[in-house]
């Protein structure tokens, strides 16, 4: 067995490295924070952050409600992290979206000891600042979304297992199994599409004999499904009546909601009975769904159906600036290296392990990159599945390039410069709105080095500095566009850089202040939202009368309880869940609670405000009902009192489209 000695990524190497390390994970940092305070809410997802703050219960079963009737339609181990936050610093934009950040500047530093480990301090430096200047990371470690943790949990399972094939130790391959859990956590079945990757090369590379290999790839694999079904099935094993509905499954099961819901039911309809959205074997029509409005401006929507989306210029703007590098780095990160030429990695680490090293991040890249061209992409935060394997694979090749190069092998640096070039030239000339500069700074770094490099043998390092500006200045451009205050993603929509427009009848306006890098003041403050006169007047009304048991208010749709939990942190229950369609609660139990005392007040829509059967609209997004939420408000109207609004409005502040019921009986 062949021993590895451990690697000093930081002893050893000169004392500028660890300083430059620093200012590219603060950048990263900087980026994401700058307008932290404006980083706004996701709607759905920031209610339940808010409930979980709030409320323990609410925390151990990710419920959306403070006082834990139903959960989200997804496990909300990306939540936990906000909610911690929100309970030390208070319940901010800025509190939940910190994290994130964190998550981002870890993400950075991993890729840095990733590619330090194959080949040295300067292929690590590469990738970081590859990481760091991804535009779409920028924007989305910079809000809240569930990505963020994902993407920061499969860089540390894999430094793990490199350190696993490093050392031949089984305990950092288990700790690659915690966090590929903690991945899942974050956003389920998405977290194990590394796990083919990961027995891959621990299968390929591993110093230990094949069976000893194969045991210890099973051993590793069950761990990472044990603790990735932990949570869930811990939750499922409370009993029904003393834990939240679990959203997205009709018959009340997490397997339902994770596997069916958010798995295997949105490429096979109905496989895993039980989840939300399946037809009814007796239907030919589709059930009653979400409706996701896209907001002004977004043309997420169009791309992320098509097949060809990892082509499309709105995606590429955001991940695929790197393409070519990425994949030179999978052509020469395979190539044998002459031990005792130029190189910063020591000499006692095999060749086989760095092969290894490459070829598991490009079959985690094709497994990521195969999952997103089939399945729908409904916001751009997707593509991060594929982002760190660039990132690391970019380096790598345009690294080993400038070795060959060294070593004397003259033309391969100079035409992956040209090739690269050449495709940052296509996706500037395709995207309408491209800055007009980038592309003559791009063409002047890049063929003047390429110049240079093929009529010189020996490359001084301003022209390989210029080398790798000219491959890293575009994204780098729309990474800083993530400090503009005109357009620097949104919490449900991560995006940097000016927008795509193919003329969906966005505003001139709107178009123009996208357009413009219009820097503001870092971590400027904004106002927390707040709750209107007229929803104030009703809270007052509600706590003078609030019953004994249960919550203050219950609504109709989730929708509706979204402002008084995330503005103010009230116990509101909404029935139906994310879509409508949970069947809780039951016309039964709404019966039950009334006679209990602990259903009193409901907010209903009213009849004449529901246009073609759709809810209010929240924040964007339409929540359509179902026959269960038809027939709960139905039963409502017909067992429960209106309540006049002229007995909680004060100076003319009404409630609009929608009417509040008293089902107090007596």
Wanted: proline share 7%; net charge positive; glycine share 10%.
């Amino acid at each position: 067995m062949t021993a590895v000695v451990p690697f000093r990524l930081v002893r050893g190497n000169p004392r500028w490295v660890p300083i430059a390390l620093g200012i590219v994970v603060l950048f990263a940092g900087l980026v994401s924070a700058w307008n932290l305070a404006r980083a706004g809410y996701s709607p759905f997802y920031s209610t339940a952050a808010r409930s979980m703050s709030e409320s323990w219960r609410a925390f151990a079963f990710g419920a959306l409600d403070p006082g834990g009737s139903v959960t989200l339609d997804k496990l909300s181990g990306f939540l936990i992290p906000q909610a911690i936050s929100a309970r030390l610093f208070g319940f901010h934009a800025w509190s939940i979206a910190l994290p994130q950040v964190i998550e981002g500047m870890v993400t950075v530093a991993a890729s840095y000891v990733v590619a330090t480990r194959w080949r040295g301090y300067r292929v690590g430096l590469l990738a970081a600042a590859a990481t760091a200047t991804t535009p779409l990371f920028a924007s989305m470690f910079g809000h809240v979304m569930e990505d963020g943790l994902l993407t920061m949990s499969l860089a540390l399972a894999f430094l793990c297992w490199q350190s696993s094939v490093r050392s031949g130790r089984m305990l950092p391959l288990l700790f690659a199994a915690l966090w590929v859990a903690i991945g899942f956590q974050a956003k389920m079945m998405q977290a194990w599409i590394i796990l083919p990757a990961l027995a891959i090369g621990y299968l390929v590379a591993a110093p230990h004999p094949l069976l000893v290999r194969i045991r210890r790839v099973l051993i590793a694999g069950v761990v990472a499904a044990l603790l990735s079904l932990s949570w869930m099935t811990a939750i499922q094993l409370v009993p029904a009546a003393d834990r939240p509905y679990i959203d997205g499954s009709t018959n009340n099961t997490t397997y339902s909601m994770v596997f069916g819901y958010n798995g295997l039911n949105r490429i096979i309809p109905n496989l895993v009975p039980g989840a939300v959205g399946d037809r009814p074997a007796s239907s030919t029509s589709p059930p009653p769904t979400v409706q996701h409005l896209a907001p002004i401006g977004d043309t997420a929507a169009q791309p992320g159906d098509r097949v060809d989306k990892l082509v499309v210029p709105y995606y590429l703007t955001q991940i695929g600036w790197l393409y070519p590098l990425a994949l030179a780095g999978v052509v020469l990160g395979l190539v044998r290296r002459r031990h005792g030429g130029v190189d910063d990695a020591p000499p006692a680490t095999t060749d086989r392990i760095e092969r290894a090293t490459v070829v598991t991040l490009g079959v985690w890249l094709v497994t990521g990159a195969a999952l997103l061209t089939f399945a729908r992409i409904p916001h751009t935060a997707y593509m991060a599945a594929i982002g760190f394997q660039l990132a690391v694979l970019a380096a790598m090749g345009l690294s080993q390039a400038i070795r060959l190069h060294r070593a004397g092998v003259r033309l391969v640096l100079p035409l992956l410069v040209l090739v690269q070039v050449a495709w940052t030239s296509v996706v500037l000339l395709t995207f309408p709105r491209s800055p007009p500069f980038v592309l003559p700074v791009v063409l002047a770094l890049g063929v003047g080095s390429a110049g240079v490099l093929i009529l010189r043998r020996r490359a001084g390092r301003f022209v390989l500095s210029a080398a790798v500006a000219a491959s890293l200045f575009a994204p780098t451009v729309w990474t800083l566009w993530t400090l503009s205050v005109s357009d620097e993603g949104s919490a449900s929509d991560a995006y940097a850089g000016p927008r795509f427009d193919r003329g969906q009848g966005i505003p001139p306006k709107l178009l123009a202040d996208q357009q413009q890098w219009l820097v503001g003041a870092p971590f400027r403050t904004a106002p927390d939202p707040h709750l209107t006169a007229a929803q104030r007047d009703l809270v007052g009304y509600l706590r003078a009368r609030r019953p004994s048991v249960g919550p203050l208010l219950t609504t109709e749709i989730w929708g509706q309880a979204t402002p008084y939990i995330l503005e103010a942190g009230l116990d509101v229950a909404p029935m139906g869940g994310f879509s409508g369609q949970v069947p809780h609660p039951t016309i039964a139990q709404l019966g039950e609670r009334q006679a209990s005392g602990s259903l009193r007040f409901v907010l209903l829509e009213s009849p004449g405000h529901r246009a073609d059967a759709g809810g209010r609209i929240p924040f964007g997004l339409r929540v359509l009902h179902s026959s269960h939420s038809f027939a709960a408000a139905a039963w409502v109207r017909a067992d429960c009192s209106l309540v006049p609004q002229t007995r909680f409005e004060t100076e003319g502040h009404r409630l609009v489209g929608e009417d509040l019921y008293d089902c107090t009986l007596g």
